[in-house]
Nanobody
Framework: VQLQASGGGVVQAGGSLRLSCTAS??????????WIWYRQAPGKQRDFVAS????????NYADSVKGRFTIARDNAKKLAYLEMNNLKSEDTAVYYC?????????????WGQGTLVTVSS
């Protein structure tokens, strides 16, 4: 199983970007139990941004992005999105996706490679 994050780029403050995280190498019968986005700004630790469960669609957001970011999923396509609006310079970071994937009784976490978001002021 591999995760591929995409959609990063350079955007002006106040603008929007949509990140995607796609799971590939999936075998029949797997369940993606949770999608989580993190970000890591230069010189800082990796921080939680948003999460979404597969079954109930329960979402959680970091306070810094509430009301501006939206996490969503497409179960059929096995991907998740992070819609980012009203971007600020402090949102500049490498964004990483993580998926908690269950195969039979085994649950493992998989990470994408990261996609860079740069917000210019």
């Amino acid at each position: 199983v591999q995760l591929q994050a995409s959609g990063g780029g350079v955007v002006q403050a106040g603008g929007s970007l949509r990140l995607s995280c796609t799971a590939s190498g999936i075998i029949f019968g797997i369940k993606i139990k949770e999608w989580i986005w993190y970000r890591q700004a230069p010189g800082k630790q990796r921080d939680f941004v948003a999460s979404l469960t597969e079954d109930g669609g329960s979402t959680n957001y970091a306070d810094s992005v509430k009301g501006r970011f939206t996490i969503a999923r497409d179960n059929a396509k096995k991907l998740a999105y992070l819609e980012m609006n009203n971007l600020k310079s402090e949102d500049t970071a490498v964004y990483y996706c993580k998926a908690s994937i269950q195969v039979l009784l085994d649950v493992r976490n998989y990470w994408g490679q990261g996609t860079l978001v740069t917000v210019s002021s």
